[in-house]
């Protein structure tokens, strides 16, 4: 079978070996390369150290990275003590020279276990064991040793690959670490966002985003002289206290707009409408729905289960709001007339309040930088939570002339200002939110869900971590498995324990802040795949044997193998387990239910179909061979079967 070296598509958080808030550093001279080219494994210092695709090189101030140069790695913990590189940097032959640097390596992450009675014997630090005695220097300026307190290690690796401790550098606080040199500093985390209320002169608790933030006269208010009042975006950087307050170090004001949340594919708007005008020639280009300009491109996904697109046929919409009151399309579905019917003119969409009436309902709000405007007859939804400067609300009503929106409804997702947008939990392969299944890889998207900063997946004991930079996805109280973090938007892979429910919530907590509550179904199996463009449209993540592109100028043969990407499998054999990685080995994880593919209409014989050798369980490697029969062209259509349920459609690859 083949095994995965190289997927040519950006799944965000999906790179096994990025920075994250814990890992390992080595300094040490280059002992040998691989053969060719600079992916594959090394050794520095004495050391293994995998390389990929992914590793960022630089060589500005040691020169290239030839066998005896000096270099400076930060990576994660591999197999067989090696290091999964993140980084690596070229630095000058002083650095190696120096006894105390050659060979010696460093540990960032989290104190995870201490020795009973003391401070000398083992402890475990970011997953690793950590062997301290008499001579080891401990420093606690940063505050003082305990479990979730944030360390810095320096030693030497053992044979048995424990870490005899030289020095240990403290930082209070819990998580936040990040082998970072331009990180925020060790033992700190921030996030972004809205004053909700005023705080007076002198008052040292604040609360933001519904968090607690205590300042004092040490912290750091930026910029000088600039006015702090109720509805200011912020920046904070502090420490997490046991009861989720936050001790702010900083405080960056960024302004009175509307704190970013980061997004980037989930739907700003959504509306019901018929389509009076489709551009001539085909579907790409300016379409009229119910007198709104939708502007379509490529990579806009049409679904058309009902009916094909046409003039009269009911649609609903789902973009973001363009210049001139037109609608940039995501995704448009065709839907029976009585949906339009019923819906036609309401528009939808989410944000964080800005400014709201004074006296009640009534008048005129801001809400994710939109003017609102309220009366006697809209609908004010505060089960959730109050409406306040900052909460996170879903707003229905018509969009008017001058690009305002005239409310129905308003209703609050949640007062803290953290949430999931509605329709917020999709596939990350078709970017769909129907369902989830056990294992699948999903996205998150909403408001402050997440760091200000992003961070990818970190790997502790061999298992990729269901907690990152303080934040966490829980599936019915389950943690999910974590492979990227930001605060628009979250990868994570639905826990294993979902299998046999109909249905399951879902609740991110971030900095001891909650969002609200979304149920989705439940699915057995949910095949989706992965595209090129990341948009769930498109050529798909497909490759030849020798691990090159599928591409119009790169087709697959009548008769080939190629090798594609999806997620979404369900329950396999062996069972599936939150967080492995997939053996480079064996046994491989293969779908419980069965499995097939289309090209063209024409099965194709699967030659393998489970866990992608050496990556997180969830992500599928399919291997098939094409049949002599199938059509030939730049965009074939592929469809994905497992068990029930078939991938997204509108996913091709070129076939010649």
Known sequence: ???????????IGLSLFADGPSGVRLTGKIESLPAAGVVGNWTVGGRPIQVTAQTRITTNSGGPAIVGACVDIKGAPGNANAIAAANIDTRPASKCEDSTASGSVEVFGAVEQLPAGGLIGDWRVAGTLVRVNAQTKIEQDGGPVAVGSCAEVKGTRNADNSLAATKIEISSGIGGCRPDDNGPEKGQLEFRGTVQTAPAPGAQIWVISGRKVLVNSATILTPFGRTLAAGSCVEVQGRLESDNSVSASRVQILGSGVCSNGLDRQSDVSFFGTITALPSGGLIGNWNVSGLVVTVTAETRIESEDTAPAAGVCVEVKGDFGANNTVNARRIETKPAS?????????????????????????AWKIGGRDVTADANTVLDTVKGAAALGACVSVTGALQANSSVRATRIEVLSASGACIFTGGVVGAGNLSGLAVSPGQIISIFGQQIGPATTLPLTILNGQVSNRLANTQVLFDGTPATLLFVSGGQINAIVPCNVAGKTSVKVQVESNGSWTNVVELPVFATYPSLFTQSNSGVGPGAILHPNFTLNSFANATVRGGTAILFGTGEGQTNPACSDGAITSLTGPFPVPVAPVSIEVGGKPATVVYAGGAPGLVRGLVQVNFVLAVDTPVGPAVPVVLKIGLRSSQAGVTMAVR
């Open 1 to 11: 079978m083949f095994t995965l070296k190289f997927l040519p598509v950006l799944l």
């Open 339 to 363: 949906f339009c019917r019923q819906g036609a003119g309401a528009y939808r969409f989410e944000g964080a309040v800005q400014l709201l009436p004074s006296g009640g309902v009534a008048g």
